[in-house]
């Protein structure tokens, strides 16, 4: 699958009589295509509507290729951030009337500054990141291959599904599946899940079944939520068991886990 989704969450589309403006908006994008954004007006239409004073009436635009996505800034007076959400603070700043520039995360979050002490952001998903296969490294130019399933494995993401493949590669219980909060807390332990919380370990997994993996979810109106989510987390672990995607050495990526308190003790 490739494009892009740019999503924006309630609420974060500026502040309107003192009170967070808009609903959340998610779209998508494929290669080639463009969306704008910025206050818009009946003259000047954009596909996604920030509202504050500061932020122009076409305030930028988004260009999608074929595995990343272009920024142009149609700003005179004011610079953009494209920060990476899982990059330990990596940003890249996008100055005024700059044209097509190319934004290398996978994760992303454009901010705009605004008249308010907060700022106006949108998220952006580029899921299409190619990785060479690991096994190829060695080969020439013209014989490298990529793999299938283009994950990273620095990402978040990918240790959701570490720690949701744990019991099966170490043969522990080949029949249950982490549910999330055991996710939240296997994964505590490491520096880059402090924060973690279930809705975030749900975000992932979905990105993982509709965006990484392709696993097609059930249509039947009739599943019950509860159904669906778990046939979701099967189908990620199945497909990612079957394939190799997860192997033995990943359990290295995941923290220590904790050992079992003594009969008689407290566990910390």
């Known amino acids: 699958m490739s494009g892009i989704v740019v999503h924006l969450p309630r609420g974060s589309g500026g502040v309107v009589d003192g009170e967070p403006y808009g609903d959340a908006v998610t779209f998508r994008l494929g290669p080639g295509e463009g969306a704008?954004?910025?206050?818009?007006?009946?003259?000047t239409p954009v596909e996604l509507r920030l509202a504050d004073a500061a932020i122009s009436r076409l305030a930028g635009e988004i260009r999608v290729t074929d595995d990343h996505w272009q920024l142009t800034n149609h700003s005179s007076t004011h610079s953009y951030l494209v920060e990476n959400p899982e990059g330990a603070g990596e940003y890249l700043r996008v100055p005024p009337r700059r044209v097509g520039a190319p934004i290398p995360f996978e994760f992303s979050r454009v901010v705009l500054p605004t008249r308010h002490d907060t700022t106006v952001s949108f998220q952006v998903f580029a899921p299409a990141h190619v990785y060479l296969d690991p096994e190829g490294a060695g080969d020439s130019g013209e014989s490298l291959t990529v793999t299938a399933y283009s994950l990273d494995e620095t990402a978040t993401?990918?240790?959701?599904?570490?720690?949701?493949c744990e019991p099966w590669l170490r043969d522990e219980s080949p029949v249950a599946i982490p549910t999330t909060?055991?996710?939240?807390?296997?994964?505590r332990g490491h520096a880059a899940c402090v924060k973690?919380?279930?809705?975030?370990?749900?975000?992932?997994?979905?990105?993982?079944?509709?965006?990484?993996?392709?696993?097609d979810s059930p249509t039947e109106a009739e599943v019950r939520r509860g159904d669906r989510r778990n046939g979701k987390r099967e189908a990620v672990v199945g497909l990612a068991l079957r394939f190799g995607i997860v192997r033995e050495e990943h359990l290295a990526l995941l923290p220590p886990r904790a050992e079992p308190a003594a009969p008689g003790q407290w566990r910390a």
């Open 36 to 43: 704008r954004f910025g206050r818009g007006s009946s003259r």
């Open 157 to 164: 993401y990918f240790l959701v599904l570490v720690a949701l």
């Open 181 to 187: 909060p055991q996710v939240v807390e296997r994964l």
């Open 196 to 215: 973690l919380t279930s809705r975030a370990v749900s975000s992932h997994i979905d990105y993982l079944a509709e965006e990484k993996l392709r696993i």
